[in-house]
Structure formats: structure tokens, C-alpha cells
């Protein structure tokens, strides 16, 4: 795969993998560990809207789902809390109103109708130099919260109401910690997509979860995980001229199946008594 860096869709390419794999790693280790996956699938499918708002605008998509993301990730943070309807409810119904109003939007946008393809499946072969220096600042961002935050994110990832006891503005830095998820899925349309964004969230962090406990720990891991099956799916679908989203989330997919089996056996073995 060498050879083929000498092309910059490439080059770039693999610098949107590492970026990707950076925030995956950090905002998916909280992700797995609240058990908030479906509530970041509502996000990531509401941020449809954005890329309608995008084309309705004549701007950049993925400049118009950054506010999109924020503004449906309080909604539905602040909602799942406060409503007296159960979170899934709240969450599958912001989740169908953000796809349905990116297809209005887009369909009211002046010209040609837009491909689509790569924001709903991701094309990381297409990403611009201007998408890179956008996603160098959004984890910039989400560095610098985790690492002033990382206390009260880690109260309020292992136990809400001893956060709370303790003095934690709960509801607050909930709030932050799905803003944080909102970024992160921006980082990742251009990558695996809406539909797939969820997939390349989760399964780096649950592998690396399944080795530690420790949640930095968890969060180096994903991130080396992360860019290995990144890259390495990136080297894939060039190889065999396969869809790039598509073949790093069957590849991520087919790393956890592995790792859970090989974790079954190593568990299977230690309960084992000895021969005697």
C-alpha cells in the first residue's frame, strides 16, 4: 500500500482514518461504557437533516451538521431526562424527524439532486484537505474537554447517583458528553457515513473493553484499534475495489466476533482445573 501514497486522495484518506480513529476511541470508550449507543444512533441518523440543511443552503454539508448535531443531541439529552416518555421512544422519533427533514430539504434544494452515497455509506477515498483541517479542530475540541472534564465524565460514566452525591452537575456534563458524541459523528460521515457512523463508534471501544476495565486504558486501545482496522479496511477496499465504509465496518465486525470468541476460550481455559 505504500505505492499508493504518492496519490493525496490517499494520503488523505489515511489521515482522515487516524483523526476518525482518535475520536472513535475517546468518545466511543464513554459510549460503550453509559450503555448510550442508541442514544448516539439518534444523533448520528438526526444529523441527516444537517446534510439537507447543507444543499438547501448552497454550503458545505458537513459545516451545516455540526450545529444540526449539537442543537439534536441537547434536545434528546435534555428530553430522554425530563420527559415522561420512555428514552427510546424520544430518541426514534428524533431520529426518523432528522432523516425525513434532510430528504425535504434536499429535495427543495435548487439543481441536480445530490449523490447521496457517500454520506450515508461514507467514502473516505473522497475527503478534501478542507474536511481534514475540520477534523483536526473537532478533536482538538474533544481532547481538550476530556481532559478538563475526565473526572466528572468518569463519575458519570460508572454511577449517576454517586456523581451526584458527590457533587457532580450531572444533567450538565450528560449534556457535554453527547454534544461530544454529536462531533465525533461529524468526524465520521465522511468516513463510514450516517447509517454506519454508530458501528465504527461502538466496536473499537468494546473490543478494547473487553481486556480492561481501566478507562484510559480503554480508550488508548480503541484508538490503536481503531486506526489498524481503519487502515487496514482503507487498504482492503482499494485492493479489491470495494465500497470504504462498508469494508472497514465488516472488518471492525469481524475483529470483535474474534475477539469475543477468543475471549470465550481464554475464559473457558482458566476455569479448567489442572491436569493432575
Same mark, same amino acid.
Given at each position: 500500500?505504500?505505492?499508493?501514497?504518492?496519490?493525496?486522495?490517499?494520503?488523505?484518506?489515511?489521515?482522515?482514518?487516524?483523526?476518525?480513529?482518535?475520536?472513535?476511541?475517546?468518545?466511543?470508550?464513554?459510549?460503550?461504557?453509559?450503555?448510550?449507543?442508541?442514544?448516539?444512533?439518534?444523533?448520528?441518523?438526526?444529523?441527516?437533516?444537517?446534510?439537507?440543511?447543507?444543499?438547501?443552503?448552497?454550503?458545505?454539508?458537513?459545516?451545516?451538521?455540526?450545529?444540526?448535531?449539537?442543537?439534536?443531541?441537547?434536545?434528546?439529552?435534555?428530553?430522554?431526562?425530563?420527559?415522561?416518555?420512555?428514552?427510546?421512544?424520544?430518541?426514534?422519533?428524533?431520529?426518523?424527524?432528522?432523516?425525513?427533514?434532510?430528504?425535504?430539504?434536499?429535495?427543495?434544494?435548487?439543481?441536480?439532486?445530490?449523490?447521496?452515497?457517500?454520506?450515508?455509506? @461514507?467514502? =473516505? /477515498? %473522497? &475527503?478534501?484537505?478542507?474536511? #481534514?483541517?475540520?477534523?483536526?479542530? +473537532?478533536?482538538?475540541?474533544?481532547? $481538550?474537554?476530556?481532559?478538563?472534564?475526565?473526572?466528572?465524565?468518569?463519575?458519570?460514566?460508572?454511577?449517576?447517583?454517586?456523581?451526584?452525591?458527590?457533587?457532580?452537575?450531572?444533567?450538565?456534563?450528560?449534556?457535554?458528553?453527547?454534544?461530544?458524541?454529536?462531533?465525533?459523528?461529524?468526524?465520521?460521515?465522511?468516513?463510514?457515513?450516517?447509517?454506519?457512523?454508530?458501528?465504527?463508534?461502538?466496536?473499537?471501544?468494546?473490543?478494547?473493553?473487553?481486556?480492561?476495565?481501566?478507562?484510559?486504558?480503554?480508550?488508548?486501545?480503541?484508538?490503536?484499534? @481503531?486506526? =489498524? /482496522? %481503519? &487502515?487496514?479496511?482503507?487498504? #482492503?477496499?482499494?485492493?479489491?475495489? +470495494?465500497?470504504?465504509?462498508?469494508? $472497514?465496518?465488516?472488518?471492525?465486525?469481524?475483529?470483535?466476533?474474534?475477539?469475543?470468541?477468543?475471549?470465550?476460550?481464554?475464559?473457558?481455559?482458566?476455569?479448567?482445573?489442572?491436569?493432575?
Amino acid at each position: 500500500m505504500i505505492e499508493v501514497l504518492q496519490y493525496e486522495f490517499m494520503r488523505n484518506a489515511l489521515l482522515a482514518a487516524i483523526l476518525a480513529s482518535i475520536a472513535c476511541g475517546i468518545v466511543g470508550t464513554y459510549v460503550v461504557v453509559k450503555r448510550i449507543v442508541f442514544i448516539s444512533g439518534g444523533i448520528a441518523h438526526a444529523a441527516f437533516g444537517g446534510i439537507g440543511l447543507g444543499f438547501f443552503l448552497g454550503i458545505n454539508p458537513v459545516l451545516a451538521v455540526i450545529p444540526f448535531c449539537l442543537l439534536s443531541a441537547l434536545a434528546i439529552g435534555g428530553m430522554s431526562k425530563k420527559s415522561r416518555l420512555p428514552e427510546d421512544t424520544i430518541i426514534g422519533i428524533y431520529w426518523a424527524m432528522g432523516m425525513a427533514l434532510g430528504v425535504i430539504l434536499i429535495g427543495l434544494a435548487p439543481g441536480y439532486a445530490p449523490d447521496l452515497f457517500g454520506y450515508l455509506f @461514507g467514502n =473516505i /477515498l %473522497t &475527503v478534501p484537505s478542507s474536511d #481534514l483541517v475540520l477534523m483536526l479542530v +473537532l478533536d482538538g475540541i474533544i481532547i $481538550i474537554t476530556v481532559r478538563l472534564f475526565y473526572k466528572e465524565f468518569l463519575a458519570l460514566s460508572f454511577d449517576e447517583e454517586v456523581a451526584k452525591v458527590s457533587g457532580v452537575k450531572v444533567e450538565w456534563f450528560y449534556q457535554i458528553l453527547l454534544c461530544l458524541v454529536a462531533l465525533t459523528v461529524v468526524v465520521l460521515i465522511r468516513i463510514v457515513g450516517i447509517v454506519l457512523v454508530i458501528a465504527l463508534l461502538t466496536i473499537p471501544a468494546a473490543i478494547a473493553k473487553q481486556y480492561t476495565f481501566h478507562l484510559k486504558r480503554i480508550m488508548f486501545l480503541s484508538i490503536v484499534l @481503531g486506526i =489498524i /482496522l %481503519t &487502515v487496514s479496511g482503507l487498504g #482492503l477496499s482499494y485492493r479489491f475495489d +470495494l465500497a470504504s465504509g462498508a469494508t $472497514i465496518i465488516l472488518l471492525s465486525g469481524s475483529a470483535f466476533i474474534l475477539s469475543n470468541i477468543h475471549k470465550g476460550f481464554s475464559e473457558q481455559s482458566r476455569r479448567k482445573p489442572g491436569l493432575r
